[in-house]
């Protein structure tokens, strides 16, 4: 055990102290907390700046149509041509013109925005509502029918997904949040076991190929060499994990202090109002109901739990295997014959997320969820719309048991392979190994 603890001591921190490990750890979080800034940030940019339209109407159809906002101004040129308020746009005086030709039809359906730089979709998608609602109002007043009454027959449908339990317990689910969590798990455990197996297999065959390896095994067991290696590797996965939330957190509270709560003003304010709120009009607020219904449908507790199970277990499965394939080849380019019955499993389970997300109580769904190899990610997919724990301690037990006996394989395959050179192996000579004693 205790040469076991030198060799993950040594892949741990020779690991943790390369630059491309630093790189990967600092810039991630930024990159998360990226997505989540620059739109906030360029929306907060496109609202401090106003626009100025001029309209040119020659149909007389929308000139009262457009209204002001706080991003648009429309100015209203009807005995201005077309032409001389094009120049207007040119010289800096409108940011852009709308031209509404005249037209031989009872009612236009055709405009043109004239502009220097790129229109931005805002104002373009309000022009097309406010044109397409007065040619719609026209229309049917035409046919007769009062659009007031078409307005106020329109309905929308609130729709709650209450999910039950054995006992009679409801509860309710919002489906987009319970996708969205399933995916982004499933492509969290991906892209994990893909990393940092592939560097499991990567030392393992680097050392082959420089011969540093007849050194070591002349001094520890193969098989204690194997799992050095699968832990220490590990524990470089789980430190960068940990890492990743850490930083991701700090840069999010760090920009939310910055946009409001480390101004002492808004502080004040903030405090003078929270006074001023009674307990009804936090309760009255729909908004904040939806929120902390969306929040309290999660089950971030099982969530975390079955991610670190899961994910430990299935990286701990796979990395015995890309061990195994890097004690047979010299080089990485030998390595893909042999890695390719590894990442099928992966693949599938990825592709048929798709399907389990919109159906994951069904057959497919629960196999899936069991099979050592892909119920890693597929049941990652599941947790987040509700597993009977029966599933998650049958789909754990079976990924543990199929590590062992996969430790057990790989580990005759390592001692064999790591000291084998120059030779072109195949998949018959490999099993012959597993006879070795």
Not at 391 to 408: E, H, K, P, R
Not at 428 to 435: A, D, G
């Amino acid at each position: 055990m205790n040469k076991i603890g030198l060799i993950i001591k040594r892949e741990y921190v020779t690991r943790v102290r390369k630059r491309s490990f630093l790189i990967l750890t600092f810039l991630a979080p930024i990159f998360m907390a990226a997505i989540y800034i620059i739109p906030i940030m360029l929306a907060l940019h496109s609202s401090n700046e106003h626009l100025r339209v001029a309209v040119v109407d020659e149909s007389h159809w929308f000139e009262e149509r457009f209204h002001d906002t706080k991003e648009h101004t429309f100015v209203l040129m009807p005995s201005q041509p077309i032409d001389s308020v094009k120049e207007l746009v040119k010289s800096g005086v409108f940011d852009m013109a709308l031209y509404v030709p005249p037209t031989q039809l009872n009612i236009p359906s055709n405009a043109i925005v004239y502009s220097i730089r790129q229109v931005p979709m805002e104002v373009e998608s309000y022009i097309s509502s406010v044109m397409q609602k007065e040619i719609e109002e026209q229309k049917l007043m035409a046919q007769g029918v009062d659009p007031e009454i078409v307005s106020a027959a329109k309905t929308n449908v609130n729709l709650q997904i209450m999910r039950m339990d054995e006992k009679g317990n409801e509860k309710e689910t919002f489906t987009k949040v319970q996708f969205a969590l399933g995916i982004g798990l499933a492509m969290l455990v991906y892209m994990f076991i893909i990393f940092f197996g592939g560097q499991v297999m990567q030392g393992v065959s680097e050392e082959k190929t420089n011969r540093i390896i007849e050194v070591i095994v002349s001094s520890v067991k193969p098989f204690q060499l194997m799992m050095g290696k699968i832990i220490g590797v590990s524990l470089v996965a789980l430190t960068q994990f940990v890492m990743w939330i850490l930083l991701t957190g700090a840069l999010y509270l760090g920009f939310s202090a910055y946009m409001g709560l480390s101004n002492p003003d808004i502080l004040s304010q903030g405090t003078v109002m929270a006074q001023e709120i009674t307990a009804n009009d936090i309760t009255n607020n729909e908004g904040v109901q939806n929120i902390l219904q969306i929040v309290h449908s999660i089950d971030f507790g099982t969530i975390i739990c079955c991610f670190l199970a899961f994910f430990i277990l299935g990286y701990l499965l796979y990395a015995t295997l890309y061990a195994a394939v890097g004690s047979l080849v010299d080089n990485n380019t030998d390595s893909q014959q042999f890695t390719l019955p590894i990442t099928v499993p992966l693949i599938v389970a990825i592709i048929t997320s798709f399907y389990i997300v919109n159906n994951p109580d069904g057959n497919l769904s629960v196999w899936l969820s069991m099979i050592p190899f892909t119920s890693p990610i597929s049941m990652m997919v599941r947790i987040p719309f509700g597993v009977p724990i029966w599933q998650i301690v049958l789909s754990i037990v079976l990924l543990a048991g199929t590590f062992v006996l996969m430790t057990w394989i790989a580990a005759k395959i390592y001692r064999t392979g790591i000291l084998m050179y120059g030779k072109k192996l195949s998949y018959k000579e490999i099993f012959k190994w597993l006879k070795y004693k």
